[in-house]
């Protein structure tokens, strides 16, 4: 039934293409039409039970990162938030400030306030970001308006794309993203957009010469596994994975990182042990090619102590 409510929701908050190009303007006019005319003025509750209006108290004069998830959700939604908590760090104390992140829940019926406190305590969600709730109906209608909604997102086994829309309602600027695009570049695309100064010294060439490639385990590693896991530095959303080679076979390694949901749908244990470990964290599918896994494993083993 819950899947069907979040089809109905998706599928009700059918966006138009033209308004879909107005919201993705670049400059700023005068009298813009994204302001209170157009924007609902609903009310939502956040993850601490506390009634806000969307456009009041949540948009009005802001700058804004904003997305759709479901606590249930087993594919994109984990990967999106623990991306965006490392999009979150890496814009430091803006977040709260300068920029404000709000995370709105499709499934209502489910996500009550404290599922969703829960939620955002397990990807160690920092200052500066909800997570709202509200009626069906409200949340279809501000999906709508965002232009974070279509029609082919009812027929995925999300409900829901993975997207994330930056704005600043103010000036009158609005622009779409990946929510799952890698955490550095995401910072970079929301500091250029709004036009904050980076006042921080430019690398060297002998440090650039030292990033990974793009043939290694290393950036596999950093631009897929590092929004949820370290190596050596302790367990994060998911486990440190220093030495998980030694620990595992690598038969079922592979397997595993080629197909995490089908293993926890067979009821493998360990892979069942895993996400009852790990507070109910489903390990993602993060479609990774057979070259991918084996050059991330051979990273892995060199990383072992």
């Known amino acids: 039934m819950r899947g069907k409510r979040r089809a109905s929701i998706t599928a009700a908050a059918t966006l138009l293409v033209g308004a879909s190009a107005l919201l993705s303007i670049g400059p700023a006019v005068a009298g813009s039409p994204w302001g209170a005319g157009y924007f609902p003025n609903v009310p939502l509750i956040t993850q601490d039970g506390t009634v806000v209006h969307f456009y009041d108290d949540l948009l009005k004069g802001k700058k804004v990162a904003i997305n759709l998830i479901y606590t249930s959700c087993k594919r994109e939604c984990p990967l999106e938030t623990a991306r965006l908590v490392q999009v979150q760090r890496l814009l430091g104390d803006r977040v709260g400030k300068d920029l404000f992140f709000y995370s709105i ?134 486990p440190d994975l220093a030495g998980v080679t030694t620990r595992r076979e690598r038969s079922w390694l592979v397997r595993y990182l080629r197909a995490p949901d089908q293993m926890l749908a067979e009821n493998d244990p360990i892979a069942t042990a895993l996400l009852a470990r790990y507070r109910d964290v489903p390990m993602p599918n993060l479609r990774l090619s057979d070259g991918e896994i084996a050059v991330l494993l051979t990273f892995l083993e060199g990383q072992a102590p």
């Not at 029609?151 to 622009?175: C, F, K, N, Y």
């Not at 955490?183 to 970079?188: E, G, K, V």
Request: overall charge negative; some cysteine; charged content about 25%.
């Open 105 to 238: 829940s499709i499934d209502p019926e489910r996500d009550t306030p404290a599922v969703l406190k829960a939620y955002a305590e397990k990807f160690h969600v920092g200052p500066g970001w909800l997570f709202l709730t509200g009626r069906t109906d409200d949340i279809t209608l501000i999906a709508k308006k965002l232009g974070l909604s279509r029609r082919s997102d009812a027929l995925t086994r999300d409900g829901h794309g993975a997207s994330l829309m930056i704005g600043d309602e103010a000036g009158g600027q609005w622009m779409m993203n990946s929510s799952v695009d890698d955490p550095r570049f995401l910072a970079t695309t929301i500091s250029n957009f709004m036009g904050w100064d980076d006042r921080q010294p430019g690398r060297s060439y002998t440090e650039v010469a030292g990033l990974p490639t793009p043939d290694t385990g290393a950036l596999v590693f950093q631009s897929r596994c590092g929004a949820c896991h370290t190596i050596g530095k302790g367990d994060a959303v998911g």
